[in-house]
Nanobody
Framework: QVQLVESGGGLVQPGGSLRLSCAASGSVFSIRAMGWYRQAPGKQRERVAT???????TYADSVKGRFTISRDNAKNTVHLQKNSLKPEDTAVYYC????????????????WGQGTQVTVST
């Protein structure tokens, strides 16, 4: 059993900052890529940022230069530092991780957190 638990969402004014965190727990042998996705009301879920086990990152064009993804492999955690927030960043943010639960497993499984609401508004 693997769980991803997110924290750090909330209400922030435009131009403000928030830091999201996600911790994987349970039967985790190894984590490959980790990432953050978001879903705004009436829209499809979209990729925000991803990071590989070796630290290679990707970002959606809409957040480049404002958001920074990082991970702590020893603690099985991933973070998303969000600066210069805009109202259009309002969404439920989901943590994703590609996890191997045993040494013999060859293809990782996708796991998702429960989501954390981020609202950017005056």
């Amino acid at each position: 059993q693997v769980q991803l638990v997110e924290s750090g969402g909330g209400l922030v004014q435009p131009g403000g900052s928030l830091r999201l965190s996600c911790a994987a727990s349970g039967s985790v042998f190894s984590i490959r890529a980790m990432g953050w996705y978001r879903q705004a009301p009436g829209k499809q879920r979209e990729r925000v940022a991803t990071i590989t086990g070796t630290g290679i990152t990707t970002y959606a064009d809409s957040v480049k230069g404002r958001f920074t993804i990082s991970r702590d492999n020893a603690k099985n955690t991933v973070h998303l530092q969000k600066n210069s927030l805009k109202p259009e960043d309002t969404a439920v943010y989901y943590c994703n991780a590609q996890i191997l639960t045993t040494r013999s497993q060859t293809n990782e499984d996708d796991y998702w957190g429960q989501g954390t609401q981020v609202t950017v508004s005056t």
